[in-house]
């Protein structure tokens, strides 16, 4: 007897099916029951609910897949499965095949004879090999034969014909080589019923529970069982009123409800049931996208809203009010849940999230295997030959704490770390051996002349062994460089090393390797995490190693090897399932389970209902044609997206949370989803709570982690009480307090006896905590390195240049003479560009040169290079505040026709420097040293001058003899300034003030002040 049992979502029909296995075991005990559910996910939640209901023993739970599997292994037909790793590279293997095959092509009007030439471009394309096995897996799945399909599509278009040819060499290949894919062990199940009578004759009952869709592989094989079986119970979600039957919301049940109906030739009957959703709920479930009165509206307490500035927000709420449901409604973490149309982009943020607010979390379906910290970290190891072993990754893998090199030789302390960055800085390291093998020379020859100025750094010995450790290092990750995947395979799991926890006394030191497993599971915050995320890398090496096994394969780079190894781990999911958990699920794989609570995220427009999109193999065109033509091709674009919303509603039995982000990534508003707009109407459009980023929780109570109660509580110790003091007074736009920027006295480390250089004093003026950061605490920027020169070593050079060119010599030896040994003196690694680089130099230089020399008629060169201060007199400035002492460079200095003279100073930049720059205080060179050339130096009387851009071949627009006043107005306006700047410094004035045209990229402090203002 086979009876179609319907009944709305929520009304339980999981319930119902248990209850009658129950019935069943009561009498007959050992009655084998068979259980069929859509996916994994619901076959674990049945058999939790069966057990807890006393009635687990002797059913077993299948999805259609391990269904089929069991069937064959009964029938004595037992076949290997085709893992998904082996069937892509089995796939990429037979269109690299036929490409080549395709390079000859079969003379004209004798089709595409066996090669493909219409998808050879996009061979190497990411995602065409996962396009073509999802299309392979449809056709199968439809029942449609490579036979079948290759007539149907003859004189169709190269496009079909081609992709008949791979479905047939695909076929072909699995049937001599006596392997299946599971679509295929659907057609061998069915056929192994068919000839063998007696399976399946044993089953007492036979239930089919939570789908929504059925292909035709699992209609045939379940009609057939349903023949066999004494009794069959198929549950449905529908109804089987007339002014119900065609609902929107059911549109997808229809569908299976027709063939079901069609197939095992019997008619639906409705199941005596009654809704066990909260009254609000199950109005929801009744109404959903249809018309409803007004008396069916009501405000409920049990449906709620909330608009997040952004996603990171949304999950932060949607948890806060999972967590509240645990605690304050006693819910079990089983009984709530936290669901999205589509999961991908919110798998961090609830990683987070969870993690901060300690809310166990289970993400059904399995998280991406790349994005696992411990196989990221590993991966980048791994690259580390491929990519010629770049500055970067090579300091992050040495100082990952997932590898531990000590059974090596390696010393993975932070010391040898910090000094192999300082190593790689200094020896301009980017990327490749021999630069680092370079940097290790040049460090050994800087030391040497460090040592002999007396200052102190390692000592030989240390450094020595550091490049002992270093080349250690080196030969441990480079693996052969041609070799089979086997052999790769055992290198990186000689890398990985054994599992610690089942060393035994015959484990060697050997095979620790970087015991990578012993790390993970140190950290026992993330160890369940990455030991599931290990076991499946080494699932996907041991697929690797299979396809060498079934294909035939050469020896390859290890290049090639790691570029495979790398798509199989990005298409690699992994998932561990907390003892006790909260899921965390995509729309399509929460269906048919169901919850005490739920959250459900992204009711934003475009994201659910998510726009269909046309397959791109067989497209719909293909598929209508093909429909005529008697192959079951079912459309893409089903228009199902209200069912699926219709689904993750009913999830909830008490208690619903729908959220979304209002705001999109790029800051633009983002309209709610005609879907949240839909609840909202049935639920008497109630207001959504607002979450915005910058204010804090008003209710310290609704806090769901430390960080959350530490912000938004107001009573509270001490140190967090000064904390947020400090917090409080740096959002402040009026700074104050010693947080801020404002400290102590320090006019005994910046005395009168203290030297100042003027860009200091510029540094000062251009941005008091720019100047604090550099020269206070002495910090620098870390810069990545990168080959060629930059602009401190430019400036350098044409500095040097334009001091020989005027000493006397041609513009081309001093250009040579500088450009020659320009690498090894101002330390940089010349880039292939070096050689045109040296000619534009000159080029700029002979420009600049030609009118500097227009601009000088009547001038003639007085001093080049002229030094005060630093064993020469000081430029002593007699000010307010006594003495202040000034040191630096003048570049040049000529005398003008009446005697007086005129000072240049040459910039590389090309920053325009006009009146104002003096005005406020952040351009003091060139009065300075105007004053110095007069007072410190006795050359004469500076009456004029200006700054030199070298490569735009021009004057400043500040030039002193038309500063307010001339020359002498621009010394008093320089003193008074080099005097305020000095006043502020010994008072401890360091406030982040950015200047008028945003901070410059240079300041040391851009990544952290507070400050910051994008600028020049
Ligand atoms: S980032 Fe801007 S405001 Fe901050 S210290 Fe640098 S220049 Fe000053």
Redesign the pocket.
């Known amino acids: 007897m086979t009876r179609l049992l319907l009944a709305p979502a929520g009304h339980g029909k999981t319930e119902f099916v248990i209850s009658q296995i129950r019935d069943i075991k009561a009498s007959e005990p050992f009655a084998p029951v068979t259980v069929i559910v859509p996916n994994a996910i619901q076959a674990r939640g049945f058999r939790q609910r069966l057990s807890a209901a006393g009635g687990a023993l002797g059913v077993e739970v299948f999805t259609f897949h391990s269904l089929y599997a069991e069937l064959l292994i009964c029938a004595g037909q037992p076949i290997p499965l085709l893992l998904d790793p082996v069937r892509i590279r089995l796939l990429r293997f037979i269109v690299d095949d036929l490409c080549e095959r395709g390079k000859f092509p079969l003379p004209k009007g004798e089709g595409q004879g066996d090669g493909i030439r219409y998808y050879a471009a996009l061979r190497d394309k990411p995602g065409f090999i996962t396009l073509l096995r999802n299309t392979i897996e449809e056709l199968k799945r439809a029942r449609i034969t490579p036979d079948v399909f290759s007539t149907s599509v003859k004189g169709l278009s190269a496009r079909l014909e081609e992709i008949a040819l791979i479905y047939s060499a695909y076929q072909n290949w699995l049937q001599t080589q006596n392997w299946a894919d599971n679509e295929g062990r659907g057609w061998l199940s069915a056929i192994a019923i068919e000839s063998n009578l007696k399976l399946g004759t044993d089953i007492r009952l036979l239930a089919v529970s939570g789908f929504d869709e059925f292909n035709p592989t699992q209609l045939a094989v379940l009609s057939l069982l349903a023949n066999r079986a004494k009794e069959t119970l198929i549950t449905l979600t529908g109804d089987t009123r007339s002014e119900h039957s065609q609902r929107t919301a059911h549109h997808r049940f229809h569908r299976a409800q027709a063939a079901i109906i069609s197939n095992l030739n019997l008619q639906p009957e409705a199941m005596d049931s009654s809704s066990m959703l909260t009254p609000s709920i199950a109005n929801i479930e009744s109404r959903l996208f249809e018309a409803a009165k007004t008396s069916e509206i009501s405000e409920t307490s049990e449906v709620y809203f909330i608009e997040a500035q952004t996603r990171a927000l949304e999950v932060r709420s949607a948890l806060r009010w999972i967590k509240a449901c645990v605690i304050r409604d006693r819910m079990k973490l089983s009984d709530v849940a936290i669901l999205a149309r589509d999961l991908e982009p919110y798998h961090a943020f609830l990683e987070e999230v969870a993690d901060e607010f300690g809310i166990p979390l289970h993400i059904a379906g399995g998280q991406p295997l790349i994005e696992n910290p411990a196989i990221a970290a590993l991966m980048t190891l791994l690259s580390l030959p491929v990519n010629d072993f770049p500055r970067r990754a090579l300091l992050d893998s040495w100082r990952s704490p997932y590898f531990d090199f000590s059974g090596h030789g390696i010393d993975s302390r932070e010391a040898s770390i910090t000094t192999l960055d300082e190593i790689s800085r200094a020896g301009r390291v980017s990327q490749g051996l021999a630069q680092w093998r370079e940097a290790f020379e040049m460090w050994r020859k800087k030391k040497a002349a460090t040592d002999e100025d007396g200052e102190s750094l390692n000592t030989s010995a240390q450094d020595e062994h550091l490049e002992e450790k270093f080349e250690s290092f080196i030969s441990l990750l480079t693996p052969s460089a041609q070799a089979e995947i086997k052999e790769y395979v055992a290198f990186i799991e000689s890398i990985i090393g054994d599992d610690p926890a089942l060393a035994t006394i015959y484990s060697s030191k050997e095979s620790a390797g970087l015991n990578i497993v012993g790390r993970a599971r140190d950290n026992e915050s993330t160890s369940e995490r990455d030991v599931a995320a290990l076991r499946a890398f080494k699932d996907v090496l041991r697929g690797l190693t299979l396809t060498e096994s079934v294909l035939p394969s050469d020896s390859l780079a290890y290049k090639d090897f790691f570029n495979d190894l790398r798509g199989a781990v990005e298409a690699a999911t992994y998932s561990f399932t907390p003892e006790s958990g909260v899921m965390a699920a995509s729309a399509l794989d929460a269906r048919g389970l169901s919850f005490q609570a739920v959250a459900l995220m992204g009711l934003s427009e475009g994201e659910f209902p998510k726009q269909e999109r046309e397959d791109i193999l067989l497209r719909e065109s293909d598929r209508a044609f093909l429909r005529e033509r008697g192959l079951p091709l079912e459309t893409k674009l089903h228009g199902e997206e209200a069912t699926l919303f219709y689904q993750a509603v009913t999830r909830a039995r008490q208690k619903f949370l729908l959220t979304r982000p209002y705001l999109a990534d790029d800051g633009q508003a983002w309209e709610p989803s005609p879907f949240w707009a839909e609840i909202k109407r049935l639920t008497g459009n109630q207001p959504a709570a607002r979450v915005r980023g910058d204010a804090r929780l008003e209710d310290a109570t609704e806090a769901a982690s430390k960080v959350e109660w530490v912000e938004s509580a107001q009573d509270f110790d001490v140190q967090i009480k000064n904390g947020s003091e400090a917090l409080r007074a740096r959002m402040n736009p009026k700074a104050e307090g010693i947080y801020e920027g404002e400290l102590f006295d320090l006019s005994e480390r910046f005395g009168a006896s203290h030297g100042w250089s003027a860009s200091r004093l510029e540094s000062y003026g251009?941005?008091?905590?720019?100047f604090f950061?550099a020269y206070g605490l002495e910090l620098e920027p870390r810069e990545e390195a990168e080959d060629g020169y930059d602009v401190r070593i430019l400036g350098s050079m044409l500095h040097k240049i334009l001091e020989d060119v005027y000493g006397g010599q041609s513009l081309n030896n001093a250009a040579q003479k500088v450009f020659a040994t320009a690498p090894q003196e101002y330390g940089f690694r010349p880039t292939a560009l070096w050689t045109q680089q040296q000619a534009e130099l000159i080029r700029a230089l002979k420009k600049t040169i030609e009118v500097l020399n227009e601009a000088s008629q009547g001038f003639t060169p007085h001093t080049m290079e002229a030094r005060f201060g630093m064993g020469q007199p000081s430029l002593v400035l007699k000010t307010s505040i006594g003495d202040i002492r000034l040191h630096g460079y003048i570049d040049r200095l000529d005398s003008a026709p009446d005697g007086s003279l005129r000072v240049i100073d040459y910039k590389t930049g090309g920053a325009a420097i006009s009146a104002n720059h003096l005005k406020e205080g952040r351009r003091l060179q060139l009065p300075i040293y105007a004053l110095a050339a007069r007072d410190a130096l006795g050359l004469g009387e500076v009456t004029s001058g200006f700054y030199w851009h070298i490569q735009k071949a021009e004057a400043s627009s500040l030039k002193l003899e038309k500063f307010d006043g001339g020359a002498s107005g621009a010394f008093e306006t320089a003193i008074a300034h080099v005097t305020n700047h000095v006043k502020g410094i010994r008072a401890g004035h360091f406030e982040?003030?950015?200047?008028g045209d945003?901070?410059?990229s240079y300041?040391?402090?851009?990544n952290f002040?507070?400050?910051?203002?994008k600028?020049f």
């Open positions: 251009t941005c008091p905590f720019e950061i982040p003030k950015p200047p945003g901070c410059p300041c040391p402090a851009t002040c507070w400050k910051y203002r600028g």
